[in-house]
């Protein structure tokens, strides 16, 4: 059966503007968590960790690593078939910005759950069903696993295992990570469960 995917008519009319700190404005994760105390990364990112034993280091090295692969895969812009397929916002010219590590917040909520087959974290956060349909999943409802909220804030499991997806979206302002070369940079630097980088 073909599936017809809509865009949404906000997606492309009625986004704010760009602002210094702002390179994504969508929010897929409603409701959204609360921020309470956060600490900071040695290169400054503030980091809410719900009191759970966080490697802040671990977090400094998944995001400077999503953000070269970005640079090294689109030195000069990211392709206008691929902006359309990425839905990327179409006021902007796919000319990627360096991350400003300052406008950027990081939630891990403590309230993670596993997986139906425990193989992977989910936020307690409804997601489409027809996401989960496409990856042959079903079950207990479809959540997501990583997101933005409030326009800066990025939102992932202990384990940060989805955290190069959001990053992703926030720096190229686009609604869809896994196309093309963006996949590369999107795909985990960490495993699952554990959070152990798995980087070379």
Request: glycine share 4%.
């Amino acid at each position: 059966m073909t599936r017809i995917l809509l865009i949404p008519f906000f997606l492309i009319s009625c986004m704010p503007e760009i602002t210094e700190c702002t390179n994504f404005s969508d929010n897929n994760i409603y409701p959204a968590y609360e921020i309470n105390d956060t600490q900071f990364t040695p290169s400054g990112i503030a980091v809410d960790t719900s009191g759970q034993d966080i490697n802040l280091e671990t977090v400094d090295t998944v995001v400077d690593d999503v953000e070269a692969c970005l640079f090294e895969q689109y030195p000069e812009r990211i392709p206008q078939d691929v902006m359309e397929e990425a839905w990327c916002r179409n006021d902007w010219e796919g000319k990627i910005r360096p991350l400003d590590r300052s406008c950027i917040t990081i939630k891990i909520p403590d309230t993670c759950t596993l997986s139906e087959d425990g193989t992977q974290y989910l936020l307690d956060r409804d997601a489409p069903e027809y996401l989960c349909e496409e990856k042959g999943l079903s079950g207990k409802g479809c959540s997501w696993r990583s997101g933005i909220q409030d326009g800066e804030t990025i939102v992932t499991c202990p384990d940060l295992y989805m955290l190069p997806d959001p990053i992703v979206r926030y720096m190229t302002t686009c609604y869809v990570a896994w196309v093309d070369k963006l996949e590369t940079c999107a795909n985990p630097r960490t495993k699952a469960l554990t959070g152990e980088l798995k980087l070379p």
